[in-house]
């Protein structure tokens, strides 16, 4: 398969017939799957299920996280097709992948949402799969934590973020994207000692116990003494990585919820992601990419890398287990 096949595949999300493999067709056009890979919701014999979560209801000023998964979804069709780079190995041609489609729930009923979604992840889970989340506003993971807690017992967390999202909340019924790990927490379904958020540069003095590499240590120290530190915190506990796009400088990702100066760029992003190799991931997601607010699509366009290199995260472990 080669650059001749663009003249001839189209619609790849559609009409290819099995889940592994590269898609050439043009950038431009076609169905802007993840990654081109297969829309089905038929998980047998699925590694990896993409799906998106369009939902937005709590974020602190700017609307628009609902349309962070289409956006996603359109900017990785400007990856190149061949295998993700920097990595010894083809994700996308040794697992399948598919792309899952979104969530569907009644945005009129806002509380019957995170059942909606742990069933939903839980779904995935049950077919054996893994789950690579598109959002959608940061309090999603807390839904999501749930399922892979039921599956996996309390799960450590790798947080990529701006915010510690640890403030207190002890209404657990309460829908707040700055208070959902607080409720991991608290509920015992993340584990603290073994968790770390990683990019913090807002104060909150109640971390609950997570341990934090906020955003100047990694600049002072670097992304592989950053990515030593967070092996050596995650150990090989089950672990599940969430990013929100605000980790990144508004710089580099100003289409997001909640900017703030100061934080990491999108080549120290890369190499901790590629360098993290080897930890113990379950499952991930990227979250908080608001189109609205960056006509460039540069916020999406990141969004999208992040959430190729969770996959080979995943695939790394599941290849060398």
């Not at 992840?121 to 999603?140: F, Q, R, T």
């Not at 599956?151 to 790798?158: E, F, H, R, V």
């Not at 992601?273 to 189109?291: C, F, K, Q, T, W």
């Given at each position: 398969?080669?650059?001749?096949?663009?003249?001839?595949?189209?619609?790849?999300?559609?009409?290819?017939?099995?889940?592994?493999?590269?898609?050439?067709?043009?950038?431009?056009?076609?169905?802007?799957?993840?990654?081109?890979?297969?829309?089905?919701?038929?998980?047998?014999?699925?590694?990896?299920?993409?799906?998106?979560?369009?939902?937005?209801?709590?974020?602190?000023?700017?609307?628009?996280?609902?349309?962070?998964?289409?956006?996603?979804?359109?900017?990785?069709?400007?990856?190149?097709?061949?295998?993700?780079?920097?990595?010894?190995?083809?994700?996308?041609?040794?697992?399948?992948?598919?792309?899952?489609?979104?969530?569907?729930f009644?945005?009129?009923?806002?509380?019957?949402f995170?059942?909606?979604?742990?069933?939903?992840?839980?779904?995935?889970?049950?077919?054996?799969?893994?789950?690579?989340?598109?959002?959608?506003?940061?309090?999603?993971?807390?839904?999501?934590?749930?399922?892979?807690?039921?599956?996996?017992?309390?799960?450590?967390?790798?947080?990529?973020?701006?915010?510690?999202?640890?403030?207190?909340?002890?209404?657990?019924?309460?829908?707040?994207?700055?208070?959902?790990?607080?409720?991991?927490?608290?509920?015992?379904i993340?584990?603290?000692?073994?968790?770390?958020?990683?990019?913090?540069?807002?104060?909150?003095?109640?971390?609950?116990?997570?341990?934090?590499?906020?955003?100047?240590?990694?600049?002072?120290?670097?992304p592989?003494?950053t990515v030593?530190?967070i092996?050596?915190?995650?150990?090989?506990?089950?672990?599940?990585?969430?990013?929100?796009?605000?980790?990144?400088?508004?710089?580099?990702?100003?289409?997001?919820?909640?900017p703030?100066?100061?934080?990491?760029?999108?080549?120290?992003?890369?190499?901790?992601?590629?360098?993290?190799?080897?930890i113990?991931?379950?499952?991930?997601?990227?979250?908080?990419?608001?189109?609205?607010?960056?006509?460039?699509?540069?916020?999406?366009?990141?969004g999208?890398?992040v959430?190729?290199?969770?996959?080979?995260?995943?695939?790394?472990?599941?290849?060398t287990?």
């Amino acid at each position: 398969m080669g650059l001749e096949d663009a003249a001839k595949q189209m619609d790849m999300a559609f009409t290819r017939e099995d889940l592994k493999g590269p898609s050439y067709e043009l950038t431009f056009g076609g169905a802007t799957s993840f990654l081109r890979r297969k829309y089905t919701k038929d998980l047998t014999g699925v590694d990896i299920a993409v799906t998106g979560v369009p939902f937005d209801q709590a974020v602190t000023n700017r609307p628009g996280t609902r349309l962070g998964p289409r956006a996603i979804r359109e900017a990785s069709a400007l990856q190149a097709p061949d295998a993700p780079y920097g990595w010894d190995f083809d994700v996308l041609s040794e697992f399948a992948i598919a792309d899952y489609g979104d969530l569907a729930f009644d945005y009129g009923h806002v509380s019957q949402f995170p059942a909606a979604l742990t069933a939903h992840i839980k779904n995935i889970l049950d077919a054996g799969a893994a789950s690579v989340v598109l959002g959608g506003d940061h309090y999603i993971s807390f839904p999501i934590l749930k399922a892979y807690a039921e599956k996996y017992g309390p799960i450590s967390l790798l947080q990529f973020d701006a915010h510690t999202d640890t403030w207190e909340d002890d209404d657990m019924d309460r829908i707040d994207h700055g208070t959902m790990f607080y409720k991991a927490v608290k509920s015992g379904i993340v584990d603290p000692a073994t968790s770390v958020q990683v990019g913090i540069r807002t104060t909150n003095e109640d971390t609950m116990g997570v341990n934090i590499i906020d955003a100047r240590e990694v600049h002072e120290k670097g992304p592989q003494a950053t990515v030593a530190k967070i092996k050596e915190i995650l150990g090989d506990r089950p672990c599940y990585l969430t990013f929100d796009i605000d980790a990144l400088d508004p710089a580099f990702a100003p289409g997001t919820g909640t900017p703030v100066w100061g934080g990491l760029t999108s080549a120290q992003t890369s190499i901790m992601l590629r360098d993290l190799a080897g930890i113990n991931i379950m499952g991930g997601d990227v979250v908080e990419v608001s189109p609205p607010f960056d006509t460039t699509g540069a916020t999406a366009i990141a969004g999208a890398h992040v959430a190729t290199e969770i996959l080979s995260l995943l695939g790394h472990r599941m290849r060398t287990a």
